[in-house]
């Protein structure tokens, strides 16, 4: 069984929950989306989540392999990860890019 966002209540697949929160506050368990919302939230950072669908690639020799995404606000920079789960964790390739957060003039 899935745990759900404590935010939206939504399942959260066990690669896209984060424990948000603190030792004084206590943590809450966050879909990637409602993790976002509350990080630009606090940060007063206007940042719109994206979800992508995962995505089947072949390598060399012929296998396949799919990856999921992960999308995460992390401040003053934006972390996009595809990764391969097994039995649901991350497991295989995994790929991570990181960059910064674009703030629009007022």
Known sequence: MADLCHTCSAPIAGYDSVSFGSMETGYRELCS?????????R???DFQHVNFEPIDMTDATGKAHRFHF?????GDRVSLEALELKDGAPSGYQ??????VQRSEA
């Open 33 to 41: 989306r409602c993790f976002n919302e509350e990080v630009a939230k």
């Open 43 to 45: 940060g007063e950072i």
């Open 70 to 74: 992960r999308l995460h606000l992390l």
């Open 95 to 100: 790929f991570q890019m990181l960059a910064d």
